[in-house]
């Protein structure tokens, strides 16, 4: 089973109401001039459509692009309880939707999602649309959680240097960036957090038998998540 197939039913879901990431974005790209409306958008990696469905009612038409059939089935049921009728969903990889695109867009857009896996990718997304919205993690995310879990069960790995900021740079391309501070609480019984514990690992490439991951949680757990955002407009 795709991961995010996996992660879908316990996934964030579209609200009208912003989080705080979404309002400092929003206020950013207002304040760059940037505008939604009327244009032809692709999200990229749009997941559930947390942001797909905001974008949507500003643009002339936005196409929905994700590898995970669950992720896109919960978002065009959202889009159809909200009456959006201006989003044409495209189940596919990234890499695949790329090489054989005809299409052309006003802006490509990408939040939180790990659809770019290297330099060609990055090359890809920046040759969508004249204008680019990145939106993703400036650093690890921590969770109090997943500290403990990770310590023990994940290799560590040297800090890669190939990340869209130094590839803009070495292909000279200027882009304004903005960072923001995420910090929220979640409440997980043990069952919920051992098998939010196996996601993460498995997403890490590392596969771990649930058994050896109870030991780690209370019955009850309050999970502490900080980590720093960034916007970049290129």
């Known amino acids: 089973m795709n991961l995010w197939d996996e992660k879908a ?9 912003l989080n705080s990431i979404q309002e400092l974005s929003f206020k950013e790209l207002r304040k760059a001039n940037i505008s939604f409306k009327d244009k032809i958008i692709i999200d990229v990696g749009c997941g559930t ?9 500003q643009a002339k038409h936005l196409y929905a692009l994700d590898s995970s059939k669950a992720m896109l089935e919960l978002l065009e049921h959202d889009a159809k309880t909200q009456g959006t009728s201006n989003i044409t969903s495209i189940f596919s990889s990234f890499q695949d939707f790329s090489k054989n695109n005809v299409k052309s867009f006003d802006i490509a857009f990408l939040s ?3 659809a770019l896996e290297n330099l060609d990718d990055y090359g890809a997304f920046l040759n969508l649309a004249k204008l680019r919205i990145y939106i993703s993690w400036a650093c690890e995310r921590k969770s109090s959680m997943l500290k403990e879990v990770f310590s023990n069960f ?16 070495s292909e000279g391309v200027d882009f304004k960036k903005f960072v923001f501070d995420e910090k929220r ?3 997980r019984s043990k069952q919920e957090a051992v098998q939010n514990a196996m996601w993460h690992l498995k997403m890490k490439g590392v ?6 991951l109870v030991s780690f949680f209370a019955d009850e757990n309050t999970d502490e998540i900080s980590a ?7």
């Open 154 to 169: 994940v290799p560590k790995k040297k800090e890669s240097k190939k990340d869209i900021e130094n590839f803009l740079k």
């Open 112 to 114: 939180m999602s790990p």
């Open 207 to 212: 596969d771990v038998d649930e058994e050896k």
């Open 49 to 57: 459509g947390v942001w797909s469905l905001h974008l949507a009612k």
């Open 228 to 234: 720093k955002i960034k916007l970049l407009i290129f």
């Open 9 to 17: 039913k316990h996934y964030a879901r579209y609200s009208d109401k």
């Open 185 to 187: 609480i979640e409440k």
